[in-house]
């Protein structure tokens, strides 16, 4: 089992926004909406064959911009949200073809 602590977590997030600082990233343009995401529930089974669902970039996006503007309560699906956004600069300024 692998673990890890909330500060820890505090310090990755502070090493991510260094990073794009220091790239002189300061707008991330996304140019595709729709993608692939295998639901939590099926990712970690090996045994049954995952069935991918279709997320939105948009509207991931949308309700991000809409918890800081409107103050809302984060909530752990905005986890999966931020995370896909995380993955979509990552694959944008590190290419993995």
């Known amino acids: 089992m692998s673990s890890i602590c909330i500060n820890e977590i505090e310090t990755l997030f502070k090493l991510?926004?260094?990073k794009l600082k220091k790239d002189n990233?300061?707008?991330i343009q996304v140019n595709i909406d729709e993608y692939w995401i295998i639901l939590t529930d099926q990712w970690a089974n090996f045994k049954v064959p995952p069935k991918p669902a279709v997320?939105?970039?948009k509207e991931d996006v949308h309700f991000l911009k809409k918890s800081i503007e409107e103050k809302e309560i984060f909530s752990y699906s905005d986890f999966d949200r931020l995370a896909t956004l995380l993955r979509v600069i990552s694959e944008m300024q590190a290419p993995s073809d």
Request: hydrophobic letters at 45%; a negative charge; charged letters at 20%.
């Open 55 to 57: 997320g939105s970039l």
């Open 25 to 27: 990233i300061d707008n």
């Open 16 to 18: 991510v926004i260094e």
